[in-house]
């Protein structure tokens, strides 16, 4: 099992940026993919980026452009960084580590984004 907590949330401008960091501890050896969720106030959890250890991404055609994840394998670290915020990316933003693709894996507790004027 791996634990990890997120860090890095805020209130923000629109047309702001945020970077978001996640740090890892456990069982971190065994991890292939990580990545950041978002559930915005009375919707689903929805996907924001994964990343592989082979470097390959996931980001929705929504997001790309804007958003952009990263990872620091010596430092069990996945990053998120986000551009050109909008309201409609309000949300707690979790993350996310799994053993393989498509594996239930951990959660973090979430941190917080709003993004107002």
């Known amino acids: 099992q791996v634990q990890l907590v997120e860090s890095g949330g805020g209130l923000v401008q629109p047309g702001g940026s945020l970077r978001l960091s996640c740090v890892a501890s456990?069982?971190?050896?065994?991890?292939?993919?990580m990545g950041w969720y978002r559930q915005g106030p009375g919707k689903q959890r929805d996907l924001v980026a994964t990343?592989?250890?082979?470097?390959?991404?996931n980001v929705p055609d929504s997001l790309r452009g804007r958003f952009t994840i990263s990872r620091d394998d010596a430092k069990m670290a996945v990053y998120l960084q986000m551009n050109n915020l909008q309201p409609e990316d309000t949300a707690v933003y979790y993350c996310?580590?799994?053993?393989?693709?498509?594996?239930?894996?951990?959660w973090g507790q979430g941190t917080q984004v709003i993004v107002s004027s």
């Open positions: 990343l592989t250890r082979h470097n390959n991404t």
């Open positions: 996310f580590s799994a053993v393989c693709l498509g594996c239930e894996g951990d």
């Open positions: 456990g069982d971190y050896f065994y991890t292939y993919v």
